[in-house]
């Protein structure tokens, strides 16, 4: 009993410690339960953040692979973000430059934000020749699926073209 007991513990303690990554479901349910969807930029990768708490400032410390994006919101598709700058947590890399739609739960509170773009789909990269005015006058699940819909096609293109240097470099070591 002791030994089942101690295994339940430390796999509790094991499913707590790390990220929990919300698989994709659908379009309509990722909007119906996404607090914040945005268009945003990213500016910068923060290496460094600080809070004040109690009226100190101390070192913000991500865990579990989570880090700081300054980003500068562009467009709010869903929630009540303001446009402009702001820092947000995710596990996925970004570049600063380029677009992004980004998506964050709710009840995400911690490490100085409320944006935690976590789950999976919530850092989808926007081509640079995707036209945000395509956008207007849709709903968010319309706009959603453009959005996914760009992503898609710019990867379908990448991946041929990887394919092709693939091909090229494998007859060119042929022995």
């Not at 809070?51 to 500068?72: A, C, I, N, Q, Y």
């Not at 995710?90 to 911690?110: H, V």
Request: glycine fraction near 6%; hydrophobic fraction near 40%.
């Amino acid at each position: 009993m002791k030994i089942f007991a101690l295994t339940f513990l430390m796999i509790g303690v094991m499913a707590c410690s790390g990220i929990i990554i919300s698989p994709f479901g659908s379009v309509d349910s990722y909007v119906k339960h996404g607090k914040y969807i945005v268009i945003a930029e990213c500016v910068s990768v923060v290496t460094n953040m600080t809070t004040m708490v109690d009226g100190h400032e101390v070192s913000v410390d991500f865990k579990d692979g989570l880090h700081p994006v300054e980003v500068r919101i562009i467009e709010t598709l869903k929630g009540d973000k303001p446009l402009g700058k702001q820092t947000i947590a995710t596990i996925y890399t970004m570049t600063p430059g380029k677009r992004y739609l980004l998506y964050s739960l709710p009840d995400c509170l911690g490490y100085g934000t409320d944006f935690f773009a976590v789950p999976e789909l919530s850092v989808v990269e926007i081509s640079d020749r995707f036209d945000l005015g395509r956008l207007d006058s849709k709903p968010v699940t319309d706009q959603v699926s453009l959005l996914f819909a760009d992503r898609l096609a710019h990867l379908t293109f990448s991946l041929r073209e990887l394919e092709e240097e693939k091909a090229s470099l494998e007859k060119a070591t042929k022995k």
